[in-house]
């Protein structure tokens, strides 16, 4: 069956309506083939996300939207309904789609110059970095006499490092249970952590263990969300939930923590080796200035629960957040005995994907498993439709874009920046971590 872009036309207008439905939007004859995203319509980043997971569920299929959503490495500055009809028609067809009509172009943006240098004023500095860290939100975490939890498996990064894919390619495995960010481990008990995470830009942060009991019990959201509630209306101890979580496991398959905020604070890894019985670490790398890019176009800085109000402006916040975190996993990583260490690079993953998986693998001690090197597939198993829709997933909702594993997001940073943005400190870290 084709699919003709006058085809695809009403249905794109249909999703735009239903998703703009309760929008303060005055557009003369409503929205149309010449109705632009931004310009008309007034979306933001997350809402083309939202488009795209639409889009996807209406036709039950992945399009690869990031290749119309970026052009010369840089975000579009927007989008009308026929451009986005041109290029569905284009992917449901099976072919590159059809460049979109001149009546409603797309303007691209130029290529970027390479920034080489920052200002000195703008540059990470020892005395930057100690105001950054005075700024983190601290939590004052205690043992307790009870059991340790049985083992897990903890991804170690700070945020923009690959995190969700990596947590998405390990949830492909039959051994290994990967749900969406957790946010445990650096609260005391689940009423802590309700308090913290309930404002306007982290509420989604709650949902990943909501999504975690759907997949373990077969849950619908309503029964999940009433049990979670429950615990935090009884205020259970953050150690015990985790353990709720692995006792449907059965010691068969290894729960998989994958939450970036955690290595903001030394003493929440810690807290790691006090409540769980030989768990297992990846340290997930990624070059600082690729962390960097990232960060920015995601403009995280909003997102992040623990880091306290701020004056860094976001390239520097990304590069304390960066350092920060290598700083304190490698602080970590001399307590952990070093069989239960693997660090591995971002950079690998996405260009030598088969080899990255095998090595985790070995690592864990389960079998290597084809479905693993194959993220964008399953994707209601490896629980990337969040609790109510995929827009609101725990996780880099940029993974939506994509429907392939792309070794380019190794290197895309290099069209904006050098190390030269670097502060001595990021770089010295860095080098020693062999970029």
Not at 123 to 134: D, G
Not at 144 to 170: C, E, M, Q, Y
Not at 218 to 243: D, H, I, L, P
Not at 327 to 348: C, G, H, I, M, S
Request: charged share 25%; glycine share 6%.
């Amino acid at each position: 069956m084709m699919h003709t872009v006058e085809s695809v036309e009403p249905k794109i207008i249909e999703i735009v309506e239903e998703l703009t439905e309760d929008w303060d939007v005055d557009l003369d004859g409503g929205v149309g083939p010449a109705t632009t995203m931004i310009g008309d319509i007034g979306f933001a980043s997350i809402d083309f996300i939202q488009l795209v997971v639409a889009i996807e569920g209406a036709y039950k299929q992945k399009l690869g939207f990031q290749d119309l959503l970026m052009q010369n490495g840089a975000y579009v500055d927007d989008l009308s309904v026929r451009q986005i009809a041109t290029f569905v028609s284009g992917r449901l067809n099976g072919a590159a789609p059809a460049p979109a009509p001149a009546a409603a172009p797309v303007k691209a943006a130029a290529p970027a110059a390479v920034v080489t240098s920052v200002p000195e004023g703008e540059r990470v500095t020892p005395e930057k970095l100690a105001r950054f860290r005075a700024s983190i939100a601290r939590r004052t975490l205690s043992g307790d006499d009870k059991p340790k939890n049985p083992p897990a498996l903890f991804v170690l990064s700070p945020p923009r490092s690959g995190s969700t894919l990596l947590r998405v390619i390990l949830a492909g495995s039959s051994k290994l249970f990967g749900p969406p960010e957790l946010h445990l481990l650096p609260y005391a008990t689940m009423g802590d952590r309700l308090k913290a995470l309930s404002g306007e830009h982290t509420e989604h942060l709650l949902d990943g263990t909501v999504r975690a009991l759907m997949q373990l019990h077969g849950w619908e959201a309503e029964q999940a969300r009433a049990f979670v509630s429950r615990c935090e209306q009884e205020n259970m101890s953050t150690k015990e939930f985790y353990r709720l979580l692995q006792e449907p496991l059965k010691g068969e398959k290894l729960l998989v923590d994958k939450t970036p905020s955690y290595v903001i604070d030394v003493d929440i890894l810690k807290r790691i080796e006090v409540d769980f019985e030989n768990s297992l670490f990846i340290h997930l790398l990624r070059h600082p200035c690729g962390m960097i890019r990232s960060y920015e176009e995601s403009k995280l800085q909003r997102l992040m629960p623990m880091v306290q109000e701020s004056s860094f402006g976001a390239r520097e916040l990304a590069e304390l957040t960066w350092l920060t975190a290598q700083l304190n996993t490698l602080e970590f990583a001399k307590q952990v005995p070093k069989e239960r260490w693997l660090t591995l690079r971002y950079e690998d993953i996405v260009c030598s994907p088969e080899a990255s998986i095998r090595q985790i693998c070995n690592f864990a001690k389960i079998p290597y498993e084809d479905a693993m090197i194959n993220p964008y597939e399953e994707m209601d198993q490896r629980m990337t439709d969040g609790v109510d829709n995929a827009s609101k997933m725990s996780g880099d909702l940029k993974f939506h874009l994509h429907n392939a594993i792309n070794p380019e997001a190794a290197v895309r940073w290099k069209q904006f920046y050098t190390d030269g943005i670097l502060g001595a400190q990021t770089l010295e870290i860095a080098r020693s971590l062999g970029y």
